[in-house]
Structure formats: structure tokens, C-alpha cells
């Protein structure tokens, strides 16, 4: 993948000026000769950035596929689903909000200071480096909030996001969102601070709907003693496939309708044990045991009892 991204680069460094040139035009507030370059050695550097950037954008699709190959096998649908989402909606809104960003928001924004400058009596003169500089870090900035809030939104949609779960999900999305922004930000240590929590402000307000919903089933494992004194815990699950079973009226299990034949309750039923990890599940009404056999190899360390 790297030797792809180097080859994918090479077109874009080879024309690098030309795009430049082009966003410098879009982002120039004056329209005159007011733009300088103090820095020429930074000039340099921002063109192999720039090319290294476009170059991984055109091997998007290469690499989510990737992804898609290596995380499939290990998933279940509705996590399938949540992938499927993410790798197909980031780039989209990743190109959507970048074009709005440097082509619309930001030239109205420096086009506003400029006028600022002007009503003061300035003789203006802007740094091309900076002007780019700065809509690089909004461009950071929107990628790893589409990112994150991507994230969040297709696991609320599919099911694998609720209040329930939502600090582990917080713990390791917004975790790893914070260790990038202030990794690219080291050199500025109190903006990059200030970054990161208003990047992490942002998307934590636009998964709020998700991550305050409620879950789908209500869970309440049983705990009791074993013979060594250990406290284990222990899961109970109706599958409803039997006529006339057991009564779960008596029996309070988590109901599963059809769990026997569906294949997304199945997938349920092991999302719910990898988030709750009980000792012992404990499977009623079950017509068809012999399904549940992939379980014990799933989760070798649970004791599980089917119709016991």
C-alpha cells in the first residue's frame, strides 16, 4: 500500500504548482499584488504534503477495501453494516466539506478581513504559507471530526451505539481523535490543546442523539456463588422457537424471538455477551441446540447450558 500511495503521489507532485497556484487564487481575499512569500524552504515542504495528501485521497478506495477484507471475517452484521457505512460515507463527506470549506466558507472569511485591513488604512500584505496553513488545519480538523462522527452515527444507526455502551465507545474513538490532533499540533502546545477539545466538543454534540439512546434490550445478569465461593454471573436467554416450553414468566430470561433460525438475533445474542461477558449463559426453549455448538468454540472461557 505504501509503494502504491508513493506511485499515486508522483502525478500529483509533477503538476504540484498548478494546484497550488490554484488554491492560493481561491483563497486570496485581495485580488492584487498583496501576497508574499516569507518562507520559501516551508513552500517547499508544503508542496510534498500537499502531493503526499492528494496521492492517499486517489488510493481511497484501495485502502478501504483493504479495510473492508481484513475486518469482515471478524464482524457480525450489524458491526458489517457500520463499516459499510463508515468506509463509504467518510470519503464522500470528507470531499463534500472540503470543497465547501476552501472554495466558499474560507475566501468569504479572508475576504471579510481583508476588508477589515482595508477600512483601517493597512497597506496589506498576506503570507502565502500562512493563508494555506491555515486551511490545512480547518481541513485536519474537518477529517477527524467526519471521521469520529461517522463512526458514531453509523454505530448508533446500526444498533452497536447506546448510552449503555457509549463511554466505551467515547474511550477509544475520542481517545485515539485526541492522541492525532495533539500529535500534529506539538509544535503549538496551547493550540493544540484548545483544537482538540473543541474537536472533541463537536463531535461529541453530533453524536449526543445516539448516545443517549437507549438500548434495545434491557440486560440484568444473575449473580451467585460457585462451589469455590467465586462470584459468577450468569446470563439467561429464551429463544422462543418451542411451543409450550418453559415459562418464562417464571423463568426470567431475556426474550429472543427466533433466535434459532434469524441469524441477526444470533448476532445480537453475541454482541450482547461480548459486552456484558457473563460466566455462564444459560439458553431455554431452544429447538435447534446444535446451532449454539459455534458458541463454545466463540467463547471457550463461558459455560454455556442449552435447555438444561
Sequence with gaps: ?????VLASAPWLMNIDDILAMFVDALDPCGENCLNLYQPE???????????????LSIIPLVNLQIWNFAKPGLTSTEKKMLRNVLVLLPILFLFFSYVSLFMILPEIYQMGHNIHVDYGFAVKYDAIS?????????????LIITASSIMISSGLTGNLDSENANWWRLRIYGFIAMVSMLSYYETTSNGLLITLVTLAIIETISRPWTT????YSIKLETSFDKEGEIISSLKVSCNCVKGGLNTADYPALSLENLCN???VQDELIEIIIRYKPNKLIIVNCSKPEIFTSLNQTFPNIEIAING
Excluded at 1 to 5: C, E, K, P
Excluded at 42 to 56: A, D, N, P, T
Design 1 to 5: 500500500m505504501l509503494f502504491v500511495w
Design 42 to 56: 516551508k513552500w517547499s515542504e508544503l508542496r510534498w504534503i500537499v502531493s503526499g495528501l492528494l496521492g492517499f
Design 131 to 143: 493563508l494555506i496553513h491555515f486551511a490545512s488545519i480547518i481541513l485536519w480538523v474537518q477529517v
Design 213 to 216: 439512546k437507549s438500548s434495545k
Design 262 to 264: 434469524d441469524k441477526l
